[in-house]
């Protein structure tokens, strides 16, 4: 079972709708949860960071953690064509003194106009 | 500020020769990490880098290695490729302790 699950998709959903995308983790020694988006042809860039549980709203992008049933959310709201993209969740726990990060596969979204 | 850079951002190689991939991080960005992304595992984590010292490693063979320079550069060389090396690696860096990573373009190597 690998440390972080993700359903791969492709999820496709009409302009304006919400989107909700989600991930399992097993290591309840994470404690840093990221989400970031990676469009075809170029390298994943940070969407939104979040440390143990709770909620963080950015814009239109709201990041959920559920710490007790390790369930991490990202949801989208009004969501554009240009939001189409891959979306992987992330997370970290300290090891050392530094972070190891673990990523799940990734979700692919399609926003059609 | 200059993002991650990466180089070359595409290769094409025959099996059985080496390769060496180069990344610049963010200026001040002393760890860097090296990623291997293919569509049927996703991003799997090769090494990381801080202030020229390995401090983390994943699963890969022998075969996979690096380095990092004082200006906190880095190069990941891999021998004797393999057609399963095919894949996009990717760089990424951050500060110590800091809030994720920032990831290069990647390098796109076709092993054939």
């Known amino acids: 079972q690998k440390e972080v699950e993700q359903d791969p998709g492709p999820l496709s959903v009409p302009e304006g709708a919400i989107v909700s995308l989600n991930c399992t983790y097993s290591?309840?020694?994470?404690?840093?949860f990221m989400w970031y988006r990676q469009y075809s042809r170029k390298g994943p860039e940070l969407l939104m960071y979040?440390?143990?549980?709770g909620n963080k709203e950015d814009g239109r992008f709201t990041a959920q953690v559920d710490k007790s049933s390790k369930y991490i959310s990202l949801f989208i709201r009004d969501s554009q064509p240009s939001d189409s993209a891959t979306y992987l969740c992330?997370?970290?726990?300290?090891?050392?003194?530094?972070?190891?990060?673990?990523f799940g596969t990734g979700t692919k979204l399609q926003v059609i106009p | 500020k200059a993002g991650v850079t990466q180089t070359p951002r595409y290769l094409i190689k025959t099996r059985g020769q080496q390769v060496t991939l180069s990344c610049s991080p963010i200026?001040?960005?002393?760890?860097v990490s090296w990623y291997q992304q293919t569509p049927g595992q996703g991003l799997q984590f090769l090494f990381e880098?801080?202030?020229?010292?390995?401090?983390n490693k994943g699963n890969f063979p022998g075969r996979f290695s690096g380095r990092q320079f004082s200006n906190s550069r880095s190069e990941m060389n891999v021998s004797t490729l393999e057609l399963g090396d095919s894949a996009l690696y990717l760089c990424?860096?951050?500060?110590?302790?800091?809030?994720?990573?920032?990831f290069g373009s990647g390098t796109r190597l076709t092993v054939v």
């Open positions: 992330a997370m970290s726990a300290d090891s050392g003194g530094y972070q190891k990060v673990t």
């Open positions: 290591n309840s020694a994470f404690q840093y």
């Open positions: 200026s001040g960005h002393r760890s």
């Open positions: 880098y801080f202030s020229e010292t390995q401090r």
């Open positions: 979040t440390y143990s549980s």
């Open positions: 990424a860096s951050s500060s110590d302790r800091g809030r994720g990573y920032t």
